[in-house]
């Protein structure tokens, strides 16, 4: 049997999930995808694990893309399904009921900055450089990357990025809105730890009606998204939680959060 490409460990109530394969950048192969599909699944139903932090073994790179020399090989029928495949995969990362975070320390190119563009928040070490650079082998992203772009940076970065195929640095991508911070790679995992520990601390079923309220809200009318809105803030008032966190607030303490 061959050894997962995924590896998980969890510190405390944060699951890190790392790619695994750096001898060749963590690229997607089949295999990965489903590795990964699999972990996201444990993740969203493991009540312990309040935040997920997605990341790449090595330092050189997050992920480098969909394997390459896998795709050679590929028919179009096959290559339905590879998509179909990487696609399912963003959406259940996408539409993860708790918050997870891409931790970019290095290349993310291709199907590697389409994955963390399915996460919710993104922090960049300041050598990363990302990518949608599959012009330059014939193909355009295949796993969402040129919805998902066109939804985070907007039309005129998402024809840049997709049209012209070259990298950018993590300066300029935060400058796109690509992510959400840039930091010293050697503060990487714990900037990104501290994020992912305030995330676990906070009341899960608010985070869980942000997620829907505002990946939802933006995928449909602005009347319906605020019905919605309404709907989901008025389900809070049903929560444990919501007394806690209000309560603790004019108790002057500090609340504690059950997930319920
Ligand atoms: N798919 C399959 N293998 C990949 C890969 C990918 N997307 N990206 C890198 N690799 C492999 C290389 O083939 C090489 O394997 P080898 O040692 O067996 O030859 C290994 O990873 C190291 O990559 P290498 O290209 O030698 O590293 P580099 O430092 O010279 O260049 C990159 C780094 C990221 C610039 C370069 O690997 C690259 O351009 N990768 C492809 C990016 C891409 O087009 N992604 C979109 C795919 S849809």
């Given at each position: 049997m061959t050894a997962s490409p995924v590896l998980g460990r969890d510190d405390g109530p944060v699951r890190i999930l790392t790619v695994d394969r750096p001898d060749k950048l963590n690229a997607l192969n089949r295999q990965t995808l489903e590795a990964l599909d699999a972990a996201f699944a444990a993740a969203a139903t493991?009540?312990?694990?309040?935040a997920v932090v997605l990341t790449g073994s090595?330092?050189?790179?997050?992920v480098a893309g969909a394997d390459i020399a896998e795709m050679n090989a590929l028919t179009a029928i096959q290559a339905r399904e590879f998509s179909a495949l990487g696609q399912r995969l963003m959406r259940r990362i996408e539409r993860m009921p708790k918050p997870v975070i891409a931790m970019v320390n290095g290349y993310a190119l291709g199907g590697g900055l389409e994955l963390a563009m399915a996460c919710h928040l993104r922090v960049a070490a300041d050598t990363a450089r990302l990518g949608q650079p599959e012009v330059n082998l014939g193909l355009i992203p295949g796993f969402g990357g040129t919805q998902r772009l066109l939804r985070l940076a907007g039309r005129a970065a998402a024809l840049e990025l997709c049209l012209l195929g070259t990298p950018v640095d993590a300066a300029r991508a935060l400058q796109l809105g690509l992510v959400n911070r840039v930091v010293p790679a050697a503060e990487l995992e714990a900037e990104t730890l501290a994020l992912a520990t305030q995330l676990a601390a906070a009341a899960p079923l608010a985070l869980r009606g942000i997620l829907d309220a505002v990946l939802l809200g933006g995928e449909c009318g602005l009347e319906e998204a605020l019905q919605f809105e309404t709907a989901q803030f008025a389900l809070l008032f049903a929560s444990e939680d919501m007394r806690e966190g209000t309560a603790a607030f004019l108790g002057k303490r500090k609340p504690q959060f059950r997930n319920r």
């Amino acid at each position: 049997m061959t050894a997962s490409p995924v590896l998980g460990r969890d510190d405390g109530p944060v699951r890190i999930l790392t790619v695994d394969r750096p001898d060749k950048l963590n690229a997607l192969n089949r295999q990965t995808l489903e590795a990964l599909d699999a972990a996201f699944a444990a993740a969203a139903t493991d009540d312990g694990v309040r935040a997920v932090v997605l990341t790449g073994s090595g330092a050189k790179a997050f992920v480098a893309g969909a394997d390459i020399a896998e795709m050679n090989a590929l028919t179009a029928i096959q290559a339905r399904e590879f998509s179909a495949l990487g696609q399912r995969l963003m959406r259940r990362i996408e539409r993860m009921p708790k918050p997870v975070i891409a931790m970019v320390n290095g290349y993310a190119l291709g199907g590697g900055l389409e994955l963390a563009m399915a996460c919710h928040l993104r922090v960049a070490a300041d050598t990363a450089r990302l990518g949608q650079p599959e012009v330059n082998l014939g193909l355009i992203p295949g796993f969402g990357g040129t919805q998902r772009l066109l939804r985070l940076a907007g039309r005129a970065a998402a024809l840049e990025l997709c049209l012209l195929g070259t990298p950018v640095d993590a300066a300029r991508a935060l400058q796109l809105g690509l992510v959400n911070r840039v930091v010293p790679a050697a503060e990487l995992e714990a900037e990104t730890l501290a994020l992912a520990t305030q995330l676990a601390a906070a009341a899960p079923l608010a985070l869980r009606g942000i997620l829907d309220a505002v990946l939802l809200g933006g995928e449909c009318g602005l009347e319906e998204a605020l019905q919605f809105e309404t709907a989901q803030f008025a389900l809070l008032f049903a929560s444990e939680d919501m007394r806690e966190g209000t309560a603790a607030f004019l108790g002057k303490r500090k609340p504690q959060f059950r997930n319920r």
